[in-house]
């Protein structure tokens, strides 16, 4: 007996109803996953833009992800895009209240923005939804700083230092309150250890910077603000404490430069204002003096004390 061998053909419909029998069993999820996690992977490549417009389409392709908003609002939150930062957790918030680290970023854009109760708000439900949620405690007090309640943020960074003794940016927001209450020495103590654990983060060599200027170690406080501009650039406050630092070395015409540098980046910047101001005194041009150190109080009224006897002998200058 011969036996044949017959290749069995699928009808071309059974095929096409195969596929649109698993196409109709993909959720909107299931399309919107491949470019959340491509978005996350450009977000690590140091890619902001393409993160954020392959999250923009995960959004697109299912508007109920509660994930997808909340991985956007990171690259908004990082190009300073305050805004709809706060638009993409609220939105994450309505779809999922639950997720403590939502309320903890939109508490951080809330801050940005000067929405201080807001972001006291968010940050305290952060804590409230996960009580060992170490970054709310850190950011809470920083808020509370601005606020002006040392006491509160001083406990909120030494809380999240006590969570995880690793954590670096608890030390150096620990080290700003210092700089608030001019713990100079303390400044330095929280700043190195940040330094020790974290060598590439600008803002321990920034506030580092702060406090050995306000310990004589001037070329040592414009090392480290360099240090902490080379690594991040836009930090307008590495320009506002080198300002002070030159300005303290005569060099008057480096210090007007750190401090436009500083205004350019943050236009509202109180301080920087008053650092040119003082920087234009002493190379005797009283009017730029004069502008500056008014625009200084404008913006910060309680600057005004400091300020005030610079604006007073640019004005007997001028009229002379």
């Known amino acids: 007996m011969t036996t044949t061998t017959r290749a069995v053909s699928i009808p071309i419909v059974i095929l096409c109803g195969t596929a649109l029998g698993m196409a109709a069993s993909l959720s909107p999820h299931d399309y919107a996953d491949p470019y959340m996690r491509e978005g996350v992977a450009l977000y690590e490549r140091g890619d902001i833009k393409g993160g954020i417009a392959k999250l923009t389409k995960a959004i697109e392709l299912d508007p109920k992800c509660a994930e997808a908003y909340s991985l956007r609002s990171i690259g908004y939150l990082k190009n300073f895009n305050y805004d709809a930062a706060i638009d993409d957790c609220t939105k994450s918030i309505e779809l999922n209240p639950n997720a403590a680290v939502v309320f903890c970023r939109r508490g951080m854009a809330r801050g940005q923005k000067m929405d201080l109760d807001g972001a006291l708000a968010d940050s305290t439900r952060a804590i409230e939804l996960d009580p060992k949620f170490m970054e709310a405690y850190c950011d809470r007090g920083l808020v509370r700083l601005m606020k002006r309640d040392f006491g509160g943020a001083m406990a909120d960074c030494s809380k999240a230092i006590e969570l995880n003794p690793k954590f670096a940016?608890?030390?150096?927001?620990?080290?700003?309150i210092r700089i608030q209450t001019a713990d100079w020495d303390g400044v330095m103590t929280d700043c190195t250890k940040a330094i020790e654990l974290d060598p590439k983060f600008y803002k321990a060599y920034c506030y580092r910077g702060a406090a050995r200027s306000e310990k004589g170690d001037l070329d040592g406080s414009i090392a480290d603000c360099t240090k902490a501009i080379d690594l991040e650039p836009r930090f307008a406050?590495?320009?506002?404490?080198?300002?002070m630092a030159r300005r303290q070395k005569s060099d008057y015409d480096g210090a007007i430069a750190d401090a436009t540098k500083a205004v350019s980046i943050w236009p509202k910047y109180a301080g920087a204002y008053f650092a040119r101001g003082m920087a234009h005194?002493?190379?005797?041009?009283?009017?730029a003096a004069l502008e500056d150190l008014s625009k200084s109080i404008t913006l910060d009224p309680p600057l005004q004390s400091k300020a005030q006897p610079w604006i007073d002998l640019a004005q007997k200058s001028l009229t002379r």
């Open 169 to 176: 940016e608890a030390y150096v927001n620990r080290g700003t």
């Open 237 to 243: 406050e590495s320009y506002f404490y080198r300002s």
């Open 281 to 287: 005194d002493g190379k005797g041009d009283w009017q």
